[in-house]
C-alpha cells in the first residue's frame, strides 16, 4: 500500500533531518534511502525534495557543498546538518511521539 504524501506533508523537514542526521548526503541518495526504508511505499518528488532542502538550507538547519563520491562520479552538491537542525530533528521527534500517541487513541474503536 502506497502512503499517501499529504499524510507525511508536514514531516517531510523532520525526514529530510533525520536521514542528514546518519552523515552528508545528497538528493538523489536521500530519496533512495526514504524508498529503501519504506520498502517503496513512499518517496519525496524531486521537486518536493529539493525545495524542502532549499528551505532548510534558508533555515541554517543544513548547509551545503559540492563534492563527488567515493566512485569518482560527477560532482553532486551533498547536504549537511547543522547543530540549530539537530536540536529542530529533536523537538520534532518528540512532537511525533505525543502526535502519534493521539491519534492512535483517536483512531481506536
Do not use: V
Request: glycine share 8%; charged share 30%.
Amino acid at each position: 500500500m502506497q502512503i499517501a504524501h499529504d499524510t507525511l506533508y508536514g514531516y517531510t523537514d523532520g525526514i529530510l533531518l533525520c536521514c542528514l542526521a546518519k552523515g552528508d548526503t545528497y538528493g538523489y541518495e536521500i530519496n533512495r534511502s526514504i524508498s529503501q526504508k519504506t520498502s517503496g511505499r513512499f518517496e519525496l518528488k524531486e521537486a518536493t525534495l529539493y525545495t524542502a532542502l532549499r528551505r532548510l538550507e534558508r533555515a541554517e538547519y543544513i548547509t551545503s557543498y559540492w563534492g563527488t563520491d567515493k566512485s569518482g562520479g560527477p560532482k553532486r552538491r551533498y547536504y549537511s546538518i547543522t547543530e540549530n537542525g539537530r536540536a529542530w530533528l529533536k523537538t520534532r521527534q518528540k512532537e511525533w511521539a505525543d502526535i502519534q500517541k493521539l491519534i492512535t487513541l483517536l483512531l481506536q474503536d
